[in-house]
C-alpha cells in the first residue's frame, strides 16, 4: 500500500458589522470572525495539479477566470515552499456560499495556503499568509481593502483602517447574538466597488458627505461594542444601511430582509459586504430573540439563515 501524505488547512468566513465599501477609501471598519470554515485538503498524486471545489474540478492550470487568484496564489506557495508545481491534489470543502460577502474568497485561499505550507512542513509566517491571500484577493476583488483576509484570520472582532491594518481587537464584555440571511443572490463584489466609485467620480460631494457620516457611525460602534451596548450598536445597523443604500449597494431583496428583521425584533439589521445580494446581518436581544428572528426571515425569503453568539464557535443554519 502507498503511504499517501495529506494535510489540511482551515479558514473560517468573516461578517462585515459596519464600514463596508468606506474601507477601500482609508476609513475605519469594524469585522467579526463568522465561524463557518473551509477546509482544504492537500494530498499526494502524481503528474499535474489538480482541484475539486463545489464550483469546480480539474487541473488548476484550467482554473476558470473568477478562480484565477486561486492558481497565482497556489503557484506562489509552491515557489516560497521550494516544491515544484506538480504532485498534489487540492480538495475544498466549504459551508460558506460563495460572492455573499461572507469572506468565502479570502477565506478559501487562506485555507488553501495554510495547507500547502503544512503538507510541506514549512514555516508560515503571517507575512507570508497575508502575502499569498492578498494575492488572490487582487483577482477576485480588484482592488481589496484588506479588511476580509484579516478578518477570516482573526479569532476577534476586529478594527480596520488602510493603511495600518488591523487597528485594534475590539473585545466585549457581552456576546452578540447575530442573525445572518442570504438573499440567495451573489453580490459581485468588485461590481459594488466600481459602482461606489462611479457615485465618487459623477457626485463627490455627495460620496464624501456619506463617507464622512459612516466613519462617524463606525466610531460610535466600536464604542458601543466595548462598552456592550447592543441597543446601540443595533440603532447604528440601522443608520449604516441607510447610509449604504445612499451609496446604491443595497437592492430591493436586502431592503426587504433588513424590514424583516426589525419587524420581528431585530435591535437593528444591515447589508453586510459589497452589497447588491449577498447577506444581512440582524442583531437580536438575547438566543431565543436570533431563533425567532431567524424563522421569520426564512419564512419571508431568505435562502439560508443562521445565527450564533459571539461567545459561542457554534452556527445554527435554517435553509440549503
Ligand atoms: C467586502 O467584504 C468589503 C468591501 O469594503 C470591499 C473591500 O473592503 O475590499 C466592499
Redesign the pocket.
Known amino acids: 500500500m502507498i503511504n499517501r501524505k495529506e494535510a489540511k488547512g482551515l479558514a473560517h468566513g468573516?461578517l462585515?458589522l459596519t464600514?463596508?465599501?468606506?474601507?477601500?477609501y482609508n476609513k475605519p471598519?469594524i469585522a467579526i470572525p463568522f465561524p463557518l470554515q473551509i477546509r482544504a485538503g492537500i494530498s499526494q498524486k502524481s503528474g499535474e495539479i489538480t482541484v475539486s471545489s463545489k464550483l469546480y474540478n480539474g487541473r488548476l492550470h484550467d482554473l476558470p477566470g473568477e478562480m484565477l487568484g486561486l492558481q497565482v496564489c497556489v503557484n506562489k506557495s509552491l515557489e516560497l515552499c521550494h516544491q515544484p508545481n506538480e504532485g498534489i491534489h487540492i480538495e475544498i470543502t466549504s459551508d460558506i456560499p460563495e460572492g455573499r460577502?461572507l469572506?468565502s474568497s479570502a477565506a478559501s485561499a487562506m485555507a488553501v495556503v495554510r495547507g500547502i505550507f503544512e503538507y510541506f512542513h514549512k514555516f508560515l509566517s503571517d507575512e507570508q499568509l497575508f502575502f499569498l491571500v492578498e494575492l488572490a484577493e487582487t483577482y477576485a476583488?480588484g482592488?481589496?481593502?484588506?479588511?476580509?483576509m484579516m478578518a477570516v484570520a482573526s479569532e476577534e472582532p476586529i478594527l480596520y483602517q488602510k493603511p495600518e491594518g488591523v487597528v485594534k481587537n475590539l473585545v466585549s464584555p457581552n456576546p452578540f447574538h447575530i442573525v445572518v440571511a442570504d438573499t440567495g443572490q451573489i453580490g459581485d463584489?468588485k461590481k459594488?466597488?466600481e459602482h461606489v466609485n462611479a457615485l465618487k467620480v459623477e457626485k463627490p460631494k455627495v460620496f464624501l458627505n456619506v463617507i464622512d457620516e459612516i466613519e462617524e457611525i463606525v466610531k460610535k460602534a466600536q464604542k458601543a461594542i466595548l462598552e456592550g451596548n447592543i441597543g446601540l450598536l443595533g440603532a447604528l445597523f440601522v443608520a449604516n444601511h441607510e447610509k449604504l443604500k445612499e451609496l446604491n449597494v443595497s437592492n430591493s431583496m436586502l431592503d426587504h430582509l433588513v424590514e424583516v428583521a426589525i419587524g420581528s425584533g431585530a435591535l437593528g439589521a444591515k447589508l453586510t459586504?459589497?452589497?447588491m445580494g449577498g447577506c444581512i446581518i440582524a442583531l437580536a436581544m438575547d438566543r431565543k430573540d436570533a431563533k425567532s428572528i431567524a424563522k421569520t426571515l426564512k419564512e419571508q425569503g431568505a435562502k439560508t439563515v443562521w445565527d450564533f453568539s459571539t461567545n459561542s464557535s457554534k452556527v445554527y443554519k435554517l435553509g440549503h
Do not use: L, M
Not at 19 to 24: D, K, L, Q, S, Y
Not at 143 to 148: A, H, N
Open positions: 468573516k462585515i464600514g463596508e465599501h468606506i474601507v477601500v471598519a460577502g469572506g476583488h482592488k481589496p481593502s484588506g479588511i476580509d463584489t459594488a466597488v459586504g459589497g452589497g
